[in-house]
């Protein structure tokens, strides 16, 4: 599996932006799809994930609320719409792929196909 993140680029405090993570190689639909991040000198972190079919999902407590994660299977893509941003969410974003398992967790070492990730820079 190949995945290509997009969308990132700078942003004023407060303002939006839409990720997507365009997939190749193999159908999305059978992956539990996760977004990372990694802010400058930190660690990568967990932002959200969702199930085969989005019907699940979960959010980092710093972004629930103003994040939200969504798949389109038919054109094996998932989206990540970042509302309300602020400096600290500064970072590179990452898709990543889970399989197998259908569990939704937040331990990047969990996720086997990573993108390439795109910068995202919220100025205050």
């Known amino acids: 599996v190949q995945l290509v993140e997009s969308g990132g680029g700078l942003v004023p405090a407060g303002g939006s932006l839409r990720l997507s993570c365009a997939a190749s190689?193999?159908?999305?639909?059978?992956?539990?799809m996760g977004w990372f991040r990694q802010p400058p000198g930190k660690e990568r972190e967990f932002v959200a994930v969702?199930?085969?079919?989005?019907?699940?999902?979960s959010y980092s407590d710093s972004v629930k609320g103003r994040f939200t994660i969504s798949r389109d299977n038919a054109k094996n893509a998932v989206y990540l719409e970042m509302d309300s941003l602020i400096p600290e969410d500064t970072a590179v974003y990452y898709c990543?792929?889970?399989?197998?398992?259908?569990?939704?967790?937040?331990?990047?070492?969990?996720?086997?196909?990573w993108g390439q990730g795109t910068q995202v820079t919220v100025s205050s």
């Open positions: 990543a792929a889970r399989f197998p398992g259908h569990e939704l967790v937040a331990d990047y070492n969990e996720y086997t196909y």
């Open positions: 190689g193999r159908i999305l639909s059978s992956y539990v």
């Open positions: 969702c199930s085969w079919n989005g019907g699940r999902t």
